[in-house]
């Protein structure tokens, strides 16, 4: 009989939070808790595990996927945590069309993000990343980009 090893860590965590042993718990948590995506699972580890800061919860769960640690971008951005998130959009292939959608949506509230992410967009575009890219796509990336240089009163500066 075979038994994952996600659910031997769920029945460890059950386990021991049972016994009010939440340091313990947490290290099982790590491995037990997977949500339908990325910000899903951190949004379920922080429910159980509410007293620890985002910016370490976070950094716990991307050391449990090393290699792919790009994909925790949308959450740390989620999470407002600017820095965080373009440090995980350039460390690898992250998606050009969220990476734009952040440039759009943060232009005018975090025009430096904006700035960072649009960047990021139009890099992983040019190394040919993406999924169905068109020129739609490309030009979006540079408006977004721009609008947030901008907003950042960097547009024009050399």
């Given at each position: 009989?075979?038994?994952?090893?996600?659910?031997?860590?769920?029945?460890?965590?059950?386990?021991?939070?049972?016994?009010?042993?939440?340091?313990e718990a947490?290290?099982?948590?790590?491995?037990?808790?997977?949500?339908?995506?990325?910000?899903?699972?951190?949004?379920?580890?922080?429910?159980?595990?509410?007293?620890?800061?985002?910016?370490?919860?976070?950094?716990?769960?991307?050391?449990?996927?090393?290699?792919?640690?790009?994909?925790?971008?949308?959450?740390?951005?989620?999470?407002?945590?600017?820095?965080?998130?373009?440090?995980?959009?350039?460390?690898?292939?992250?998606?050009?069309?969220?990476?734009?959608?952040?440039?759009?949506?943060?232009?005018?509230?975090?025009?430096?993000?904006?700035?960072?992410?649009?960047?990021?967009?139009?890099?992983?575009?040019?190394?040919?990343?993406?999924?169905?890219?068109?020129?739609?796509?490309?030009?979006?990336?540079?408006?977004?980009?721009?609008?947030?240089?901008?907003?950042a009163g960097?547009?024009?500066?050399?």
């Amino acid at each position: 009989m075979h038994v994952s090893p996600v659910a031997i860590a769920a029945g460890c965590e059950e386990i021991l939070l049972a016994a009010v042993r939440l340091e313990e718990a947490y290290r099982y948590a790590l491995e037990a808790t997977r949500g339908t995506s990325y910000v899903a699972t951190y949004r379920a580890l922080a429910r159980t595990y509410s007293r620890k800061r985002p910016e370490e919860l976070l950094g716990d769960l991307v050391a449990t996927t090393p290699g792919d640690e790009w994909k925790w971008f949308a959450t740390a951005k989620e999470l407002c945590l600017f820095d965080e998130a373009i440090l995980r959009a350039n460390q690898g292939p992250c998606d050009p069309k969220t990476l734009t959608r952040a440039a759009r949506d943060f232009a005018d509230r975090r025009p430096a993000f904006a700035v960072e992410a649009g960047a990021a967009a139009l890099r992983w575009l040019v190394e040919g990343r993406g999924y169905e890219i068109s020129g739609a796509d490309v030009w979006a990336a540079y408006t977004s980009t721009m609008k947030a240089a901008e907003q950042a009163g960097w547009a024009g500066a050399g």
